[in-house]
């Protein structure tokens, strides 16, 4: 698979003015994101995300090293015109919605009846084309990432990068999100979605990434991340919850977890009383606990081997 | 160019507010000025023609500091930015910008001069050429100011420009030498229409508009490299 995005040991540094306080947001911080993947980018506040995705936009200079979005250096326009870019504080200026979305549309080099044609299909896709023709400074603030939404697809972009899309937006609005990304990457377009909703991360990413203090704590495949092989899961029938610590029951199943060293203990001792095991599997976790393993106070230096 | 152009009318829309006010204000002068008897106060119309028209160098230099702070502050820059739009394009769009916001202004001043100093009996054909010396003025000034705050906020970029553009003037007036006003040529320029008696016979040089839309081009450059720098998205509170 091709690389879409790639940071190669990027730093980023802020400084004051005088250049006596530092600030290192990112810390030899490397990424490959493939084509025509949903990448999940996840860490705390601060952790360094946006400045990350605003150096791949170019709106601001790696201290050191250096990226590529879509082959091109970070920074150059040809490639932002293959990008379609949603901030954090959705900022827009204020006019109509169907203007403002051929405007942005236009920036990107389309005019015409395709300019048209796109911006209509644009705002019908986010769900807002009953109020295209209302002003966006009358709009509510999840309205106003529907429309930046809209004015990041306008251009049909290769890439999607979006820094918490659904963050205003209300439920109903975000499963529409939800597939409007997954409908995107099955026309094979590559999304770089930064959120803090872990859920809906777990829900649509093929691959996640967790970055902690500027530097990179956890990355892999989604399903790989959430399975564990260091625990396993036992479900078995035909043993009382006492006879296992930590088990639950429901309708006449037990289920409990054990370390994968004593698997093989835990199934003699379910047949040993009398019971039947109905399944074993790698323990599965939630997005949120290995979240908040990588990124506990000590959780930096302890996770950076793992990556 | 396309897009060039885009942000251009886009900064020209989103200063329609005080570009309206400053219309208004001129209308009103120039109603006020055909109200009076313009025959027997022509001197005082003329002053205050001329007052109102270099007023607009001032609001180049206003509309030059602010622009890219407030897309900055707003972070509206961002979604401009983060199309096909090279920070040398956007630069651009915003110099045309000013100066297209001043050239209404320009351009309305020229149109009500002529109704009210024509009606006072001054020969007019000058008025245009001075809109024209006026409008080029704005775009040096604009862009000398819009060159400043790429690293400086408003106040200081507006001080700055103001130094960069009065030291000339200053060092023209102490040496007596009107050349040295030719360095950064606004106050030549400014100079050219306050000084104007609208005489027919008064010679209408070409050199400082020609100076000032070459030194233009230089501050757009000067500031397009020093733009490139510059971290956008880092707040500018």
């Known amino acids: 698979m091709p690389c879409v995005l790639e940071f190669q040991q990027v730093t980023k540094e802020y400084r004051s003015l005088l250049g006596r306080r530092q600030v290192r947001a990112l810390d030899t911080f490397d990424l490959?994101?493939?084509?025509?993947?949903?990448?999940?980018?996840?860490?705390?506040?601060?952790?360094?995300?946006?400045?990350?995705?605003?150096?791949?936009?170019?709106?601001?200079?790696?201290?050191?090293?250096?990226?590529?979005?879509?082959g091109k250096p970070f920074g150059d326009k040809r490639a932002r015109g293959r990008v379609g870019f949603l901030p954090e504080n959705v900022a827009l200026y204020p006019r109509r919605a169907e203007p403002l979305v051929r405007f942005y549309g236009a920036l990107n080099g389309l005019n015409g009846a395709e300019l048209r044609?796109?911006?209509?299909?644009?705002?019908?896709?986010?769900?807002?084309?009953?109020?295209?023709?209302?002003?966006?400074?009358?709009?509510?603030?999840?309205?106003?990432?529907?429309?930046?939404?809209?004015?990041?697809?306008?251009?049909?972009?290769?890439?999607?990068?979006?820094?918490?899309p659904t963050s205003a937006l209300d439920p109903v609005a975000r499963v529409g999100v939800r597939e409007l990304l997954l409908q995107a990457r099955q026309a094979g377009k590559t999304i770089f979605l930064s959120s803090h909703l872990l859920s809906e991360v777990e829900l649509v990413c093929d691959r996640v990434a967790v970055l902690h203090r500027g530097k990179l704590v956890r990355m892999g495949r989604t399903s790989q991340l959430l399975e564990t092989t260091e625990r396993m899961e036992i479900v078995a029938r035909g043993v009382t919850v006492k006879s296992f610590s930590g088990a639950t029951a429901q309708d006449g199943v037990v289920r409990f977890a054990v370390p994968a060293a004593q698997q093989r203990a835990a199934l003699e001792q379910v047949w040993n009383l009398g019971g039947e095991v109905v399944s074993v599997n790698p323990e599965r976790r939630s997005l949120e606990e290995i979240f908040l393993e990588v990124t506990a106070p000590s959780g930096a230096a302890s996770a950076a081997g793992a990556v | 160019m396309k897009s060039v152009l885009l942000i251009a009318i886009n900064f020209v829309r989103e200063q329609r507010w005080p570009i309206l006010v400053l219309l208004l204000w001129v209308l009103l002068l120039a109603f006020l000025g055909l109200a009076t008897d313009a025959a027997r106060q022509r001197e005082d119309l003329l002053f205050i023609f001329k007052q109102v028209a270099v007023y607009v160098v001032a609001f180049s230099v206003f509309f030059g500091s602010s622009a890219i702070y407030n897309d900055r502050r707003s972070r509206r820059i961002l979604s401009v930015l983060s199309k096909a739009v090279g920070r040398q394009q956007y630069l651009s769009g915003l110099v045309i910008g000013i100066t297209l916001a001043c050239a209404i202004y320009c351009f309305a001043l020229g149109i009500t001069g002529s109704w009210t100093l024509g009606e006072a009996g001054f020969q007019i054909s000058e008025v245009w050429?001075?809109?024209?010396?006026?409008?080029?003025?704005?775009?040096?000034?604009?862009?000398?100011?819009?060159?400043?705050?790429?690293?400086?906020n408003p106040f200081f970029a507006a001080?700055?420009?103001?130094?960069?553009?009065?030291?000339?003037?200053?060092?023209?007036?102490?040496s007596g030498s009107a050349h040295?006003?030719?360095?950064?040529?606004?106050?030549?320029?400014?100079?050219?229409?306050?000084?104007?008696?609208?005489?027919?016979h008064e010679p209408m040089t070409w050199?400082?508009?020609?100076?000032?839309?070459?030194?233009?081009?230089?501050?757009?450059?000067?500031?397009?490299?020093?733009?490139?720098?510059?971290?956008?998205?880092?707040?500018?509170?």
């Open chain 2, 159 to 174: 001080g700055a420009t103001a130094a960069v553009m009065g030291i000339p003037a200053l060092l023209s007036y102490t």
């Open chain 2, 207 to 237: 050199v400082p508009i020609a100076l000032a839309v070459a030194e233009t081009l230089v501050f757009w450059l000067l500031s397009a490299r020093i733009f490139s720098y510059v971290d956008i998205a880092v707040s500018v509170e």
């Open chain 2, 129 to 152: 050429f001075l809109m024209l010396c006026l409008i080029a003025a704005c775009a040096l000034a604009g862009t000398v100011a819009l060159m400043f705050s790429t690293f400086l």
């Open chain 1, 117 to 164: 044609k796109r911006a209509h299909d644009a705002l019908e896709r986010v769900g807002l084309l009953e109020d295209s023709s209302r002003n966006i400074s009358r709009f509510s603030r999840g309205m106003l990432q529907r429309v930046g939404l809209a004015q990041a697809i306008v251009n049909d972009p290769e890439l999607l990068i979006l820094d918490e």
């Open chain 1, 32 to 70: 490959q994101v493939e084509a025509g993947e949903i990448f999940g980018f996840l860490g705390p506040n601060g952790a360094g995300k946006t400045t990350a995705i605003h150096l791949a936009m170019g709106f601001m200079r790696p201290s050191q090293g250096l990226g590529r979005l879509l």
């Open chain 2, 180 to 200: 040295l006003a030719y360095i950064v040529p606004v106050y030549a320029l400014a100079a050219t229409v306050l000084n104007s008696s609208f005489n027919s």
